[in-house]
């Protein structure tokens, strides 16, 4: 069931729509804005919480916590009131680390994926968490032999890049496994995946 929730922290209310079964969530965005200084929370602040940036939003008294629009054409700027869509990808990103006996690490909606030409309508793919030196990206390649090998790829393939939200519109499968650590690849199939390999090419499932 929907709901409307009522919260307050620091004398402050805050108010957030989303399943009822989901709604313990909210514990862990709770924590994320208190380890802010009260004087600090503004209209507008991002909340960066596992795969999704929330956003505040004064509304009258208080503030209203809101997730993007995963279904308009530029989630990096569009949001709104019901959170349930954003509380379920954390749900299967945490349930696929979890099952592995992973710990996950946090890829945000904003970060970005890059996606080779052609990748996304491909029958078979690989998707690689590949450390940077500010951090880490995704990178999704189209297979091009049927084989086992996830380096099985163009030598040289040409990118798109795209923000992570931009998959959750119509390419959930690749979202769904944006918490796995560095290094790790997975192998999909239309959009199922296959394979799951460690940083060390230990294969973890398939």
């Known amino acids: 069931m929907l709901k409307r929730y009522l919260r307050e922290l620091y004398g402050e209310k805050y108010t957030y729509v989303c399943e009822e079964m989901l709604e313990g969530i909210m514990d862990a ?18 909340i960066y919480a596992g795969f999704t940036v929330y956003k505040l939003n004064r509304y009258d008294d208080m503030y209203e916590i809101l997730a993007p629009d995963f279904s308009d054409n530029d989630p990096t700027t569009a949001f ?6 954003s509380f379920l990808i954390e749900y ?3 349930s696929l680390v979890s099952g592995l006996g992973l710990v996950g690490r946090p890829f945000h909606s ?4 890059f996606v ?7 029958e078979e793919v690989i998707m690689t968490r590949k450390t940077t030196d500010d951090g880490s990206h995704w990178e999704i390649v189209k297979i091009k032999c049927y084989d ?6 163009s030598a040289k393939p040409e990118f798109d890049e795209i923000p992570a939200c931009m998959l959750v519109k119509d390419h959930s499968w690749a979202a769904d496994v944006l918490a796995l650590p560095d290094n790790y690849s997975v192998k999909f199939k239309k959009g199922e995946i296959k394979k799951i390999y460690s940083d060390n090419k230990k294969k973890l499932y398939g």
């Open 148 to 153: 086992d090998e996830p380096e099985k790829t």
């Open 110 to 113: 904003t970060e970005t994926v």
């Open 116 to 122: 080779e030409k052609g990748a996304l309508e491909a």
């Open 80 to 85: 709104k009131t019901d959170l349930t869509e």
């Open 29 to 46: 965005i709770f924590g994320i804005i208190a380890e802010n200084d009260y004087d600090k929370i503004y209209d507008g602040m991002p």
């Open 92 to 94: 299967r990103q945490a």
